[in-house]
């Protein structure tokens, strides 16, 4: 018995009979899946005879092995679409890039031009732009290819705040999107070690003058070679980072929390198991790509070999068309989003139909709202509640259909509401505060 399938069946040991009432709404059966690849993956990972490398870039080349040719994303904001050979290809020579120590004599000026990344295994890389396919594509570049780290920044910072987490993390390079040059001009006069910015054009706004070495980010990826990745970025322990985040937590300056390799990739097959992820599917990006709410699924998607689709920012119109154009079947958003959709005047005609799973998590949903959506969406609907220094994902309220069966569909949608069972990778206790020993399981009352 797998731990998630232990999970399960400890979560509905606890739950009580079925109660004589029941809910009117209808509870979407569970979704089906092969989760047998994903298992298969977890158990090399986490042997303890011969574990499996831990390689960020595994993702990518599985994807780009099985379905070469076909859909690996679909951009929004600019209409672009590429296949996984050539997110694979766009990649490596941004991987590339960034590894070389490569510059330019202006005999004319006396100086010497950076014209490459020069970054080193480990170093931090920072990634500022909306949902799009450069983010993707560098998370892969950067964490993968390159062996560094990938340093996800919040736009939405103050010039101080992310010059702070900048310096922090010891940033040397900067891929940020042109709409946020006068945020990164302003920060750079804060932090004066970022050796040089590659400006993506997602939102096609003009860059701004900076003291060092610009370059933009379709020039390195759009054509040239495609050459080995280096011995020191495959031979990187489990232990090395992977990606960096700065969390805010509740009171102070943010806190960095770095991402092992390892972490990052079991929590990616933890997600396919539990979401039940597969080939077909297709992920709408609509969430904050540069926060964990959305960017597991950049490793998690990519693995099977699913097709994203990125919107820029979110709003309900984007969402609704994404849904209907692009037959989206699986997405994670934040709580609020949830509410806004539900309360956007075009809800009622919009189509989701292809639409199998949605999840949501930062902040509890009362259960008059979750019947809203699954009502309104009518596929299976989850809460979920994570740390980022966990990788995302601590519990979630699935219930397997054996559950559902046992307890009927009023306690269904009880068990919903709820902060859920714990992910299938983590052991969960609730301890008392005074003396750290486990506290009794008390069974909820339902609601009248």
Not at 32 to 55: H, I, K, M, N, Y
Not at 106 to 126: H, I, L, M, P, Y
Not at 240 to 264: C, Q
Not at 297 to 310: R, S
């Amino acid at each position: 018995m797998s731990p998630i399938e232990k999970q399960a069946e400890a979560w509905a040991s606890i739950a009580p009979a079925p109660p004589s009432t029941a809910t009117t709404t209808r509870i979407p059966p569970p979704r089906e899946g092969d989760t047998a690849f994903a298992a298969r993956e977890l158990d090399r990972l986490q042997s303890t005879v011969r574990p499996a490398p831990c390689d960020i870039w595994a993702p990518l080349a599985t994807a780009a092995a099985a379905r070469g040719d076909d859909p690996a994303l679909r951009d929004l904001a600019t209409g672009a679409s590429f296949s996984y050979a050539a997110v694979l290809a766009r990649a490596s020579r941004f991987g590339a890039w960034l590894r070389r120590e490569d510059r330019r004599d202006d005999r004319r000026a006396k100086t010497c031009a950076k014209t490459s990344g020069g970054a080193s295994a480990g170093a931090r890389v920072g990634l500022m732009t909306p949902n799009c396919a450069p983010a993707i594509e560098c998370h892969y570049a950067v964490a993968g290819w390159a062996g560094c780290v990938a340093l996800n920044l919040n736009p939405r910072l103050s010039p101080d705040e992310l010059a702070y987490c900048l310096e922090g993390a010891d940033c040397e390079v900067l891929v940020a999107d042109t709409s946020y040059a006068g945020l990164v001009r302003e920060a750079l006069q804060r932090y004066e070690k970022i050796r040089a910015v590659v400006w993506t054009d997602v939102l096609q706004k003009a860059a701004a003058d900076l003291d060092v070495p610009t370059f933009l980010y379709e020039t390195i990826v759009a054509d040239g070679p495609v050459v080995e990745r280096p011995e020191d970025a495959q031979a990187l322990p489990g232990s090395a980072g992977a990606e960096m985040y700065y969390t805010s937590g509740t009171s102070g300056r943010p806190k960095g929390v770095v991402l092992s390799r390892k972490t990052v990739l079991l929590h990616a097959l933890g997600c396919m198991v539990e979401h039940r992820l597969k080939r077909d599917d297709v992920w709408l990006h609509c969430a904050p790509m540069f926060h964990l709410v959305d960017a597991y699924a950049i490793f998690a998607i990519t693995w099977v070999a699913g097709t994203h689709v990125t919107v820029p920012a979110f709003a309900a119109a984007p969402v609704f068309d994404a849904l209907r154009d692009h037959r989206v079947t699986v997405s994670n958003v934040a709580s609020t989003m949830v509410t806004l959709l539900l309360a956007d005047p075009a809800v009622g005609k919009a189509d989701a139909s292809s639409l199998e799973m949605l999840s949501c998590g930062g902040a509890p949903l009362s259960a008059a709202t979750v019947l809203s959506a699954l009502a309104t969406f009518d596929c299976e609907f989850f809460l979920s509640y994570g740390m980022t220094e966990c990788c995302g994902k601590i519990s979630m309220s699935l219930v397997d259909e054996a559950t559902r069966d046992r307890v009927g569909p009023a306690k269904t949608l009880d068990l919903i509401t709820s902060s859920g069972r714990p992910f299938g990778l983590l052991e969960v206790r609730v301890v008392g505060a005074r003396d750290g020993s486990n506290v009794p399981t008390v069974e909820r009352p339902l609601e009248a």
